[in-house]
T-cell receptor, first 113, second 112 residues
Framework: EDQVTQSPEALRLQEGESSSLNCSYT??????LFWYRQDPGKGPEFLFT???AGEEKEKERLKATLTKKESFLHITAPKPEDSATYLC??????????????FGKGTLLTVNP | KAGVTQTPRYLIKTRGQQVTLSCSPI?????VSWYQQTPGQGLQFLFE???????NKGNFPGRFSGRQFSNSRSEMNVSTLELGDSALYLC???????????FGEGSWLTVV
């Protein structure tokens, strides 16, 4: 069964203090690893999809990387508006697994001014 | 370009009742999936439809059902509501496997 574990559960940073969020996964065959941002009371907002080990993607202050066992979301010089829950999910290869995401519990990031 | 639209946004139902939630995917997206989000369990997959066919179903009881129409719009139904069904129900759409999956804002269901 596919599994995704995110750490830490919560992270509090000062504005400008860079850090990383971790997503460890177990999947029979990886089709894609997805990162989302979710604000309170809203649906998840798509950030990145990574498909193979060694792949990296960047967007503003965020950079996502992927290995065969885990993914990192690096946040450089965060701002208060980066405060949100960050969700990691995997999509597996094969059959019905092609069409579903298995999510981790998320990391609640708080950036203080 | 319009995003995934879900209605209603908020609803309160009594235990034992049934509820139907609606989802309009992004134009051109034929894959629609549904997720339940609760504080304790996080986001859990309910089911996925493509061209009116259910291709995968999560580990939820038969009280949870769905369907997709020829225009790709989808509905999910929960019958005989229980208190534990209180959750945020999220609809997502994409063009196909491995492609970006976009979520709607969700329907907040409270069962009293």
């Amino acid at each position: 069964e596919d599994q995704v574990t995110q750490s830490p559960e919560a992270l509090r940073l000062q504005e400008g203090e860079s850090s990383s969020l971790n997503c460890s996964y177990t999947v029979s065959g990886l089709r894609g690893l997805f990162w989302y941002r979710q604000d309170p009371g809203k649906g998840p907002e798509f950030l990145f999809t990574l498909y193979s080990a060694g792949e990296e993607k960047e967007k503003e202050r965020l950079k996502a990387t992927l290995t065969k066992k885990e993914s990192f979301l690096h946040i450089t010089a965060p701002k208060p508006e980066d405060s949100a829950t960050y969700l990691c999910a995997v999509q597996a290869l094969g059959g019905g697994s092609n069409y579903k995401l298995t999510f981790g519990k998320g990391t609640l990031l708080t950036v203080n001014p | 370009k319009a995003g995934v639209t879900q209605t209603p946004r908020y609803l309160i139902k009594t235990r034992g009742q049934q509820v139907t939630l609606s989802c309009s995917p992004i134009s051109g997206h034929r894959s629609v999936s549904w997720y339940q989000q609760t504080p304790g369990q996080g986001l859990q997959f309910l089911f996925e439809y493509f061209s009116e066919t259910q291709r995968n179903k999560g580990n939820f009881p038969g009280r949870f059902s769905g369907r997709q129409f020829s225009n790709s719009r989808s509905e999910m139904n929960v019958s005989t509501l229980e208190l534990g069904d209180s959750a945020l129900y999220l609809c997502a759409s994409s063009t196909g496997a491995g492609n970006t999956i976009y979520f709607g804002e969700g329907s907040w269901l409270t069962v009293v």
